[in-house]
């Protein structure tokens, strides 16, 4: 683990030492010995001086592990810190740590500049072989990736003046992600349901395949597959099995970020909506996918998440949410509704958020003739709502 060393001493400190040599050289030919003994331990005393400063954090390790902490807006947690000292003891040190106010520290005195960075001290020792943890208490104030831009140990001398600034020159891979705040948003209508898929509704005309309810007798048409062969032949003639009746709905969230030649005012309004949908589909089983207009490496020039369910998508959605900025570089919108509709990736129901102009909203009406249910996120003050598009005459 690298650090960068910056001395700050008594500029007397080396004077002092040339003059003690001088002093001890006179002092033993005039034979003044008590003389010779007062100056020889002032010689050790900036020997030693010099010798800890030029040692002292030399086998200070911290140990930079990549960890990732997840929390809500008011979360509170503990970011822990762990060091290993090999070499000379640190004694009444301060470790100065530094990152965006993402987060705040709870309990702990801290100063916040005009970058919006909060700075945040603490008391540091650790013995020779030993390894010591320090925590943070912090708590989530805002949506966004909380990194350690700066981290700062401040050793004093042990006995007299100077100090030693160790700054650490390696980025610190422990981060902070808290994830937006979820804006209530009123659903009117139910969302269209399509297709084959596990969400129960006793009066659909799709089925579940994969949870059987028993058996009926064999109409004509049935397909050969669905035959239930040990009920045949335990009844003696053809039965059909019953599959319990179900429906899928899944939607496309689909984000604009772009307004005019920048990035959208409305960003933190759009991120906290989308979150209290995301939520939604987590709790209610509803499959969904994400896109969002910003660049991205992979198979889309666009940043996609494909269709899933559970948990593990809305945390995948909600960690993109939480990273969005204004210095992201987006892609015309119009592109990325031209791919989804070219590869046949729009799902019943499109939940769009985001400006929109005269290219996007031909496009929507060509999507919502492919029968696809377009709805639009509406801002409010205290809530949102999802309403149909109007489709342009």
């Known amino acids: 683990m690298k650090w960068n ?27 003044y010995y008590t003389a010779l003994t007062v100056f020889a331990v002032c010689f050790i005393y900036f020997r030693f001086h010099h ?40 004694f009444g040190a301060h470790l100065k740590i530094t990152f965006s106010n993402i987060v705040e520290p709870i309990g702990l005195q801290y100063v916040v500049d005009h970058h919006d960075k909060v700075e945040v001290a603490f008391p540091f020792q650790l013995g020779r072989n030993e ?33 030693l600034n160790l700054t650490l020159a390696q980025p610190v891979h422990s981060t902070i992600l808290v994830f937006p705040k979820a804006k209530p948003v009123v659903i009117g209508n139910e969302t269209r349901a399509l297709g084959d898929g596990d969400l129960p509704i006793q009066t659909s005309l799709y089925q579940n395949r994969f949870q059987p309810v028993g058996t009926r007798d064999y109409i004509y048409g049935d397909q050969f597959k669905d035959i239930h062969w040990k009920a045949s032949a335990r009844m003696q003639t053809l039965q059909t099995k019953v599959f319990a009746p179900s429906t899928k709905k899944e939607w496309l969230i689909s984000l604009n970020l772009t307004e005019h030649y920048s990035i959208t005012r409305r960003l933190e309004d759009l991120t906290k909506e989308v979150a209290y949908l995301i939520h939604k589909a987590v709790k209610d089983d509803i499959h969904f996918s994400l896109v969002i207009n910003i660049r991205s490496q992979g198979v889309f020039p666009f940043y996609y998440l494909a269709a899933g369910n559970g948990v593990s998508q809305g945390q995948t959605a909600l ?37 929109t102009t005269q290219d996007v909203e031909r496009l929507m009406q060509r999507i919502s003739f492919d029968g696809v249910e377009v709805l639009m996120i509406q801002d409010g003050e205290e809530k949102g709502a999802l309403l149909p598009w109007k489709q342009i005459s």
């Open 319 to 355: 960690e993109v949410l939480s990273t969005l900025s204004t210095d992201d570089t987006t892609v015309p919108y119009s592109i990325v509704l031209q791919q989804l509709h070219i590869q046949k990736l729009l799902p019943p129901t499109m939940i769009h958020g985001g400006s």
């Open 51 to 90: 010798y800890y400063f030029k040692q002292v954090g030399r086998k200070l390790r911290f140990k930079n592990t990549i960890q990732r902490t997840r929390l809500n807006v008011e979360d509170q947690e503990k970011w822990k810190l762990e060091f290993e000292n090999k070499g000379l003891p640190i």
């Open 131 to 163: 390894i010591g943890s320090f925590t943070i208490p912090i708590e989530g104030k805002r949506r966004g990736l909380c990194r350690i831009s700066k981290m700062e140990l401040e050793i004093p001398h042990l006995f007299g003046n100077g100090k």
């Open 5 to 31: 060393r910056v001395v700050v001493d008594d500029r007397y400190h080396d004077f002092s030492q040339y003059f003690s040599v001088i002093f001890i050289i006179f002092s033993f030919l005039l034979e």
